[in-house]
């Protein structure tokens, strides 16, 4: 009991007299800070309250107690009643009315457990794959890779923001992220680089809107680009721009994206993971024949090369040194 003579977890009349005795254990389990018995009482809440299909009471009995947890730094514990907020989830299905509410409730658990508990990856890791099966659309998907981008963010870890909001579709977001990034972590040589990588792999997610969006942002409001329109001094900006407009384009044609690959192909060099995004978008947009896509290069592998490049885009060395004369014979 509380100090105001009313109970932690509310008890309720109709409920069985076993559930209602575990019920009272908890809330003196929480009021006197015994937190692993208090954890074990919601395990043991949830099996009965599952096998009854009580799921609506379950989750927010388990939400309330997460919070409880992560509230008093109890990480692990917090994060394995995120668990079962997930896995309930997962058996009520259809049963659950409002799933955008939970995504923004597990989203807000998630903010709560520290980056360095092991848990808490788990935790993102089964959130998100929920968020992507409750709804034949992909709205929920979207909407939790939004908001985790927002938490990354805020935690200051650019890099794992960057990823969420590339597959969140919102571009305005994701340009000031990658201008953030550029500022921080980039030369002013490297500007170019920073947008053409995210432009190219989310053409490859079949997101031209988001791609030209999040380009429009970045050129637009990048302190040292700054213009919308071309010529721009930095032929990569060149080759997005106009890659952008072909595709853009009802009745396009592979012969103006090969030229403009080959008009650019020093700048393109500069990094190599650009060859196999732009297989992946001349066979997509352009009718390029299969035979010019590196062998067995599906979608799985694109999704592989994405996190690759994402975890070696700093690695030891923050920015890797580009040599500038590469750029030497190309046209701008």
Known sequence: MTSTGES???VKQGASRGVSRVLGKLNSSIESKNFYE????????????VSQGKYEELLELLYKGALTMLDNEQFSSGADLGLLIIQTLEVANTAIEDNEEWIKRLVKLIGKIKPNIIERETVMEKAIKWSGTFSKSSTGLLLMHKL???IMYN?????????HFALSKDGFSCAFLLIKLSQSKGFSSEVDLFVAQIVLQMLCLKDPTAATETFATYIKFHPKIATIDPPFSMPLLNFLFFLLQAIGQTNRKYIMFRTLCDLYKPSL???PSYEKYLRRIGA???????????RGF???????QFFQDLDSDFGDDPVAILDDDSEHGEVD
């Open 38 to 49: 208090a954890h074990q009482m919601y395990r043991t809440l949830y099996f009965r309250y």
């Open 298 to 304: 599906v979608f799985g592998d694109l999704l592989n």
């Open 269 to 271: 060099d500069r990094d």
């Open 8 to 10: 932690i977890i509310p």
């Open 155 to 163: 935690e200051n870890n650019l890099i794992q923001a960057r990823y």
């Open 148 to 150: 985790m981008a927002q």
């Open 284 to 294: 997509m947009f352009f009718g390029a024949k299969q035979q010019e896509q590196s």
